[in-house]
């Protein structure tokens, strides 16, 4: 444990371990959240340092907070941003307690050590060094805790209630940094950072089919409600939506193949072309797999209502289909591509949308990955679509552009995705300690 030059504790932004053990130790799954303990913490922590900070909330037990540090003015304010609230620990089987913050083998266990604990810990040490150095960045630095982004993405107590409620406390900004991207994932003995500049967008759609109603036993329907549902989810099962490649995505590829010996670099240059991408997914196995909705509209069917009663055929039946449509995409485009694979006799309404901007803007992204080729020389930067959503598209309704940049310099066999939200979640500490003096550097260089 670091300590002070007159011996003591060094001050808590030097100790970025310890800040996460101790976030980690306040149970904030969602839901029900239950963040208001682990934010006045982090109150505490930052009024201590001399932030004057603004406590946001919907609920008394689901607050935000958000504070500002004064910078030179000579570039747009810059937003750091974080959820607190983690995902469920439930029927999983833990080497640690998951609300321990247990330090061992060179991790920190715990849930929420990923996502996004690890992430609020880095902006906490990064933003208390700067205060206690007395830097002055090239712009305002706004910090922003929120709560309730897991519970279906809806931040109804969290972003989204700031957005619409609280929008003047990011005057001016107008670039972000949020989860996820920064961390290494390794392709040919070749190691990348992407780095998020873009997400899909969430589209749930209702499908609706209909048919002849009737008793079950007296009467015979072939070809009625339940067929058809049959035969939506058959044919959602077995067909792709249309290949699309956005220009980031070929940005992110091109970068990677240029990087890459071949065969490795062929094949990606195939997965780019529309004619030949879903070949090249079926052939890259489990890695195409995570490739795929990086190129295409994609569905998923979660929730089915059909019928109401045991005797009686039902004329009805509902599929909820949850999609993720590319940046640039509407939902639309979406219905028009359902159709084509399902005909026009179901129907479809689409009844939640959380648009994102269709291109993203890339005036920081030279200044992030400078400051991880100088941290780590090995690594090659590359800009990131993320498969999934975050608060990101909710910040971009008031214009500001998020980039996922949580840096971790993380071992080869490692699996950051799969660690996410599972059991024995965990960073190493080497990777946090990576993390605070990158997000410490934008700090000092954004803008210039």
């Known amino acids: 444990m670091p300590r002070s030059a007159s011996g003591g504790q060094a001050p808590i932004h030097q100790r970025p371990v310890e800040l996460l053990q101790n976030l980690i130790r306040f149970n904030t799954t969602n839901p029900p959240g239950n963040e208001g303990e682990c934010i006045a913490y982090i ?8 932030f004057e900070t603004t406590i946001p909330a919907m609920s008394p037990e689901r607050p935000n907070l958000v504070t500002r540090l004064a910078g030179r003015g000579n570039v747009p304010p810059l937003l750091l941003y974080g959820h607190v609230d983690v995902a469920t620990t439930e029927n999983q089987t833990w080497q640690y307690p998951p609300f321990e913050g247990k330090l061992a083998s060179g991790y920190v266990w715990g849930r929420g050590a990923l996502d996004m604990k690890g992430g609020i810990a880095m902006m906490l040490a990064a933003l208390l060094r700067a205060k206690a150095e007395g830097l002055v960045p090239p712009g305002d630095v706004v910090l922003a805790i929120v709560s309730d982004e897991e519970r279906g993405n809806n ?28 961390f290494t994932f390794y392709l040919v003995e070749k190691k990348f950072y992407p780095i998020m500049v873009a997400e899909k967008q969430v589209c749930v759609v209702e499908a609706t089919v209909r048919g002849p109603s009737g008793h079950p036993l007296s009467s ?5 409600t339940m067929a058809k549902l049959g035969y939506l989810l058959q044919q959602l099962d077995k067909h792709r939506l249309p290949v699309h490649i956005t220009p980031t995505v070929r940005q ?9 010996p071949s065969p490795a670099n062929v094949v990606l240059g195939q997965l780019l072309d529309p004619s030949q991408t879903d070949q090249v997914l079926e052939l890259l196995g489990t890695q195409g797999q995570t490739m795929e909705p ?31 449509l590319l940046p640039g995409f509407s939902p639309a485009d979406l219905v028009a591509e359902l159709q084509c694979i399902v005909g026009d006799e179901i129907e479809f309404k689409v009844i939640r949308y959380d648009p994102g901007p269709a291109e993203p803007d890339m005036w920081l992204f ?12 090995d690594g090659i930067s590359c800009p990131m679509v993320l498969s999934g959503i975050t608060d990101a598209r909710l910040f971009s309704k008031l214009g500001i552009q998020t980039y996922g940049f949580l840096p971790m310099n993380l071992p080869s066999d490692f699996n950051f995705v799969q660690t996410l939200h599972a059991a024995d979640e965990r960073i190493p500490v080497e990777a946090l300690a990576f993390g605070t003096d990158a997000i410490y550097k934008v700090l000092q260089r954004f803008g210039k």
């Not at 619409?164 to 949020?178: R, S, V, W």
């Not at 015979?220 to 009625?224: A, D, E, K, L, M």
């Not at 400078?370 to 941290?375: M, T």
Request: net charge negative.
């Open 43 to 50: 109150n505490q922590l930052l009024t201590d340092a001399g």
């Open 155 to 182: 931040s109804v107590y969290g972003a989204r209630y700031l957005v619409e409620n609280h929008a003047t406390l990011f005057k001016g900004c107008k670039y972000a940094i949020g989860e996820f991207g920064g």
């Open 220 to 224: 015979i329907v072939r070809g009625g």
């Open 252 to 260: 992110m590829y091109e970068t990677i193949a240029s990087a890459v």
């Open 294 to 324: 990086l190129v295409h509209n994609t569905v998923s069917v979660t929730v089915v209502h059909g019928g109401e009663a045991g005797n009686v055929v039902p004329s009805k039946a509902v599929a909820t289909l949850v999609g993720g």
């Open 366 to 377: 030279d200044t992030l990955a400078d400051i991880l080729r100088e941290a780590d020389p």
